[in-house]
């Protein structure tokens, strides 16, 4: 190599140097268009920052590094599984915040880390004889609970298309919380994403009940009936019946005058 | 043209048949073919005493991600090992001058290397692949022996109650496949639903019990059948095609295996960081110097954007990803693959051996 010609080195420097810089340019702006179009597509995921470095470890962020995301995301919600076995509740959460921000786009972390926290670890402190009274205990299980609220909150943020978290947030309200006017409204939302089970649809109506309002949930089965086309009234799977049923035992006990009921007889 | 193409495809065949006999790489494949298949093991580490469906979307994404992983990672170590030693072993074992010495360009022989090499990790990524689709297979064979368990449990004598549904869903069809109005439809669908009732004490139970089986079924052979997975490996095939260019562009002017190996594994990592790199480097605001920034910009232009490829990670997730995007990713890797042999030609063409 040492013996090339000056001509001839300055013939390939000229060619690599003319390869580039046709190159160069075009790369750039092809790659904002990836990128763009990924930002679009919500398809981001997060940048390595110094502390996802420092909670990865060595090894660990060498394998984000080679793009093995979702292989480390893995490893570490097994983590997860092993904290949860030895009832490390903090360390729990810690390693959920990790797999969701790896992966912000992979529902199964969402899902099962707000079912952990908001479940598992707010039942165990409820019996956790270590704290003083029970109201410590209930304290401890609301904190929780509020921590797997957090999750799903920010499952929805990153994923609003799907159903599974806005259905989870809607159970949460209604069986941890009690809170059924809100569990409903997770439940509709639920029911408009795509590929959501039919039931869900029946849900806000059926939480209004649970809560003894009466009247928003007649609202709510009369507007699903509306919404629903005869040839859906006939499939199976909206269980028309049961909504009939419903509006006239509603109608009945609110004493909606008959000129104003879906079924005036 | 087409003798020239000949003495490409030529050398390419050669390379190819010397590489699989080399042992170290057949060990690597053995390797990758036994993690890709103890995927499904991995997946028994999944969260316990989840509901049906969560424990098998847990144990799924874990075999999908453990699988197409080590697609990647071995992968690579074939693409980087088989290339790093394609010229200087010939420089070694002095080979080249035999065939350099024939009628056989330069150009024409860099692209016969490059082209084994191609053949080589095709075959190691078909391989791995089809070890990958057998695990899935026998997750989902899992998968449904699992459902039937739980709701076997569930509703005793199930595998009737799940006959006498389908029956009922039948003639529900035909009940609908008649047309006429509404009304008459919903009549005819009332009496069908009272026939069945009459048949079974609990019938709602029943149809509830087998929708929620049917949509578990249908949710793991979702993830399972998934027609993305197809997008998924040829996505991983092109960032490794990418990663032999790098490494074939490297040896023509490395002088021995290691650095070449060395380098493309820096290059590769430094790919996953490009897009960070480019965005601080268009921001340029005043906490980046000029020095910074010049450095940040020739990183940018030179190495190849490999976090793009990422997006794998979102298909094996289960989120939807158009192919036109995976298209254009393709594209992209190849059209860097063209600028990469360009350069390795350049460079082979004009070294002194």
């Known amino acids: 190599m040492t013996g090339l010609p000056l001509r001839l080195r300055l013939h390939r420097a000229f060619l690599i140097a003319l390869i580039l810089g046709l190159w160069a340019p075009a790369k750039i702006v092809w790659e904002l268009r990836i990128a763009h179009a990924q930002d679009r597509l919500r398809y981001q995921g997060v940048t390595l920052t110094r502390q996802l470095r420092d909670q990865l470890g060595q090894g660990l962020t060498i394998g984000v590094l080679s793009g093995m995301r979702s292989v480390v995301a893995d490893f570490v919600w097994l983590e997860v599984t092993v904290a949860w076995e030895n009832e490390e509740w903090f360390r729990m959460g810690g390693l959920i915040n990790l797999c969701t921000a790896l992966q912000p786009r992979s529902i199964t972390f969402w899902d099962m880390g707000g079912w952990q926290l908001a479940w598992n670890a707010s039942v165990a402190a409820t019996k956790d004889l270590s704290l003083p009274n029970q109201l410590r205990r209930e304290k401890a299980s609301r904190f929780w609970i509020e921590r797997g609220l957090a999750i799903y909150k920010r499952g929805i943020e990153n994923n609003p298309e799907n159903w599974r978290l806005w259905a989870d947030t809607g159970s949460l309200y209604e069986q941890r919380l009690g809170d059924y006017r809100t569990a409903a409204y997770y439940f509709g939302e639920a029911a408009k994403r795509p590929n959501c089970p039919t039931f869900y649809e029946r849900f806000p109506a059926i939480m209004y009940g649970y809560g003894d309002d009466d009247r928003a949930s007649y609202e709510a089965w009369k507007a699903l009936w509306e919404r629903l086309t005869p040839a859906q009234r006939a499939e199976p799977r909206h269980e028309s019946d049961r909504i009939e049923q419903e509006i006239k035992r509603l109608e009945q006990k609110l004493s909606i005058p008959k000129e104003k009921r879906v079924f005036p007889n | ?353």
């Open chain 2, 1 to 353: 043209m087409i003798a020239s193409l000949y003495r490409i495809i030529v050398i390419g065949r050669n390379t190819l048949t010397e590489a699989v006999r080399q042992k170290v790489l057949s060990v690597l494949l053995i390797f990758a073919l036994v993690l890709v298949a103890s995927s499904v093991l991995v997946s028994q580490l999944a969260t316990p005493g989840l509901d049906a469906a969560g424990l098998i979307d847990e144990q799924i994404k874990f075999v999908k991600d453990f699988g197409c992983g080590a697609i990647g990672l071995f992968g690579f170590a074939i693409a980087l090992l088989s290339t790093a030693q394609l010229i200087p072993q010939e420089l070694h074992n002095r080979t080249i001058y035999t065939i350099l010495a024939k009628p056989v360009r330069r150009s024409e022989f860099l692209l016969g290397k490059f082209l084994g090499v191609v053949l080589l990790v095709a075959l190691a990524v078909a391989l791995m692949s089809t070890a990958f689709g057998l695990s899935l297979y026998w997750e989902e064979v899992k998968g449904v022996a699992y459902a039937d368990s739980v709701y076997g449990g569930m509703a005793p004598h199930f595998p009737q109650v799940v006959d006498k549904v389908r029956q009922y869903e039948a003639e529900a069809a035909q009940v609908q496949a008649h047309g006429g109005d509404s009304a008459a439809q919903t009549q005819e669908m009332r009496a069908l639903d009272e026939k069945y009732r009459l048949q079974e004490t609990n019938w709602e139970g029943c149809k509830n019990v087998v929708e929620d089986y049917d949509r578990d079924v249908g949710r793991i052979q979702g993830q399972i059948r998934d027609p993305q997975l197809i997008e998924a490996v040829l996505l991983i095939f092109a960032k490794l095609i990418m990663t032999t260019g790098i490494a074939l562009l490297i040896s023509t002017f490395a002088t021995s295996s290691i650095f070449t190996i060395v380098t493309t594994f820096m290059i590769y990592l430094i790919g996953h960081l490009e897009s960070v790199a480019r965005d601080v480097w268009f921001q340029r605001g005043a906490e980046v110097s000029i020095w910074q920034s010049g450095l940040l910009g020739f990183l940018s232009l030179l190495i190849p954007d490999m976090n793009s490829f990422t997006i794998v990670d979102e298909i094996l997730a289960g989120n939807h990803v158009p192919w036109s995007h995976a298209l254009n990713l393709l594209g992209y890797a190849n059209v860097y693959l063209v600028v990469l042999l360009a350069l390795s030609i350049v460079i082979f063409d004009y070294r002194e051996i």
